[in-house]
T-cell receptor, first 112, second 111 residues
């Protein structure tokens, strides 16, 4: 079974703090993704990576950055957290050509 | 631009009744389409993909290119079908698969 894990289920941070969200997959997948999930807006892609040290902006990259130093780990960084970044963050991974994305359990981030 | 629209945020039906969750898309080319489901306290997972033409948990989805739709259907709803459902479209960027998701539909099956 593919396993995608995220470092925290719940996280509470203060405005202006630097926040790290970690995602690890154990199936040697090349492609990894970060989404945020908001009611009424669905899932929106923040960043993705198709190889180590490679990254591509998604649809809403502003205020975020990512790091992929190892194939199994993809980190999402909020340089200076703001209240409008309060959301559920989902990590996913996949390997072509199977098309299916495997999701982590999510991190619910609250920024006060 | 690629876009997926799920017009219903909420859908409520009685157990045993037919269910149809609507999905419309805009895409230039032949789309690859998916339905993902998230049950309460579980992670988001693939329900079905149109290229497989399979029925999963009694659900089917037919791609209608003329109407640019990919509606999810089940003839007889079960209480365990209550969940959040997302329609998604595949977009390939630099060889990497990217999914464009709809806004989601929360389905509630009443006993």
């Amino acid at each position: 079974d593919v396993k995608v894990t995220q470092s925290s289920r719940y996280l509470v941070k203060r405005t202006g703090e630097k926040v790290f969200l970690e995602c690890v997959q154990d199936m040697d997948h090349e492609n990894m993704f970060w989404y945020r999930q908001d009611p009424g807006l669905g899932l929106r892609l923040i960043y993705f990576s198709y190889d180590v040290k490679m990254k591509e902006k998604g649809d809403i990259p502003e205020g975020y950055s990512v790091s992929r130093e190892k194939k199994e780990r993809f980190s999402l960084i909020l340089e200076s957290a703001s209240t409008n970044q309060t959301s559920m963050y989902l990590c996913a991974s996949t390997v072509p050509p199977y098309n299916e994305q495997f999701f982590g359990p999510g991190t619910r981030l609250t920024v006060l | 631009a690629q876009r997926v629209t799920q017009p219903e945020k909420l859908l409520s039906v009685f157990k045993g009744a037919p269910v149809e969750l609507k999905c419309n898309y805009s895409y230039s080319g032949s789309p690859e389409l998916f339905w993902y489901v998230q049950y309460s306290r579980q992670r988001l997972q693939l329900l079905l993909r149109h290229i497989s033409r399979e029925s999963i948990k009694g659900f089917t989805a037919d791609l209608n290119k003329g109407e640019t739709s990919f509606h999810l259907k089940k003839p007889f709803a079960q209480e365990e079908d209550s969940a959040m459902y997302y329609c998604a479209l595949e977009d390939l960027i630099q060889g990497a698969q990217k999914l464009v998701f709809g806004q989601g539909t929360r389905l509630t099956i009443n006993p």
